[in-house]
């Protein structure tokens, strides 16, 4: 009986990997769902939404998410199957049948798309969710392969990365709440947002293209990195993209001051944390070639854990029963306790 008891353990295991391969959960689960959580919850506070009410569109929303993000990482993989081959990259697309590659793309196709019979759209909405499997597409696949195509190849990762699953949340959970306030394009707030998502989304593709340069150099994949060089890029952030993307944050921290009060409190709080964290009063004394690396994910550490948490924030001083959402995210995006710990860890060490 405990053997068979193993044995199911260990098959349950592998087909966890098999999910986490397939569906490339530990790329993208993290450092895009969480930001996404942030947004569901500022559109929860502002329109008003309950708990209860949130719950089911929260829930089916997310299998969205799963489907479209795993759907994306596919589609990437099936077109990198001969570069990962000559790179010796791990490609999980490249082991399979044809018959596998068929099934997977119908199964993530129908997560992709089933969820939007019960959740709200309109014309944006579905517009968006278009523009995002086209963008997978021309990223990946000849004869336009934007991946190859320095700049475009940013700005489409960009978009696809950052910008459109912004959108199409705040889009989506405009429908939702007693007090409906519904997402518009054509205004300033939304200009602001989209550049802000842009160099956000701009400076993440460049620093993981940093990490990828020798592999993409191998195999003749013409990425922003590769063609400008690992200086240019690394200069470009750190003296136009980041204060760029700054201050698009702070301008939004202040155009969204009246409905999220003292919010720049708690961007102060963090700020403080990060220069103690950094020792940033031996910033004058660091050689140029550090300081090129310093900052370059400082503000992801916002997004990815701050961010959501400082939303359920306000969620739970608006209704209390918002704690157990608060527990709920902690539970599915457990680095968040994971980095919060070393920090502080760090903090209480450090000499």
């Known amino acids: 009986m405990i053997f068979l008891l193993v044995a199911k353990y260990e098959y349950y295991l592998l087909k966890m990997g098999f999910l986490k391969n397939f569906m490339r959960i530990?790329?993208?689960?993290?450092?895009?769902?969480?930001?996404?959580?942030?947004f569901i919850y500022a559109k929860t506070f502002i329109n008003e939404v309950t708990p209860y009410e949130l719950l089911p569109s929260s829930v089916v929303f997310f299998i969205a998410v799963i489907g479209i993000a795993s759907l994306g990482h596919f589609i990437n993989d099936l077109a990198d199957i001969k570069e990962d081959n000559m790179s010796g990259k791990e490609n999980f697309a490249a082991k399979m049948t044809?018959?596998?590659?068929?099934?997977?793309?119908?199964?993530?196709?129908?997560?992709?798309?089933?969820?939007?019979?019960?959740?709200?759209?309109?014309?944006?909405?579905?517009i968006l969710l278009l523009l995002q499997i086209s963008l997978y597409i021309i990223y990946s696949f000849?004869?336009?392969?934007?991946?190859?195509?320095?700049?475009?190849?940013v700005l489409a990762d960009a978009m696809y990365g950052h910008i459109v699953p912004a959108l199409v949340v705040l889009a989506v959970f405009s429908y939702?709440?007693?007090?409906?306030?519904?997402f518009s394009l054509v205004n300033s707030f939304s200009t602001i947002l989209i550049i802000w998502l842009l160099t956000k989304g701009m400076r993440n593709i460049i620093l993981h293209q940093i990490d990828d340069r020798k592999k993409d150099k191998q195999v003749m994949v013409n990425t922003f990195v590769v063609k400008f060089g690992v200086v240019?890029?690394?200069?470009?952030?750190?003296?136009?993209?980041?204060?760029?993307e700054l201050i698009a944050f702070v301008i939004l921290v202040s155009l969204a001051g009246n409905t999220f009060p003292l919010f720049y409190i708690?961007?102060?709080?963090?700020?403080?944390?990060?220069?103690?964290?950094?020792?940033?009063?031996?910033?004058?004394?660091?050689?140029?070639?550090?300081?090129?690396?310093?900052?370059?994910?400082?503000?992801?550490d916002f997004y990815e854990d701050w961010l959501p948490i400082v939303m359920l924030i306000y969620l739970i001083n608006s209704n209390h029963y918002f704690v157990f959402y608060l527990m709920a995210h902690l539970l599915f995006f457990p680095k968040t306790v994971v980095n919060f710990a070393k920090d502080i860890k760090l903090l209480i060490t450090r000499k």
């Open 26 to 38: 530990s790329n993208w689960w993290h450092y895009k769902a969480a930001p996404l959580m942030a």
């Open 98 to 126: 044809f018959t596998q590659k068929i099934l997977s793309a119908v199964l993530l196709l129908f997560l992709s798309i089933a969820p939007w019979f019960y959740l709200k759209t309109n014309a944006l909405i579905i």
């Open 142 to 153: 000849k004869p336009f392969r934007l991946k190859n195509r320095h700049f475009w190849g």
């Open 176 to 182: 939702y709440g007693t007090h409906r306030n519904f």
């Open 232 to 244: 240019f890029s690394l200069n470009l952030i750190n003296r136009f993209i980041l204060p760029l």
């Open 266 to 300: 708690f961007l102060m709080a963090f700020l403080i944390f990060t220069i103690i964290k950094f020792s940033l009063w031996k910033i004058f004394v660091l050689p140029p070639r550090q300081m090129r690396f310093k900052f370059l994910f400082f503000l992801n």
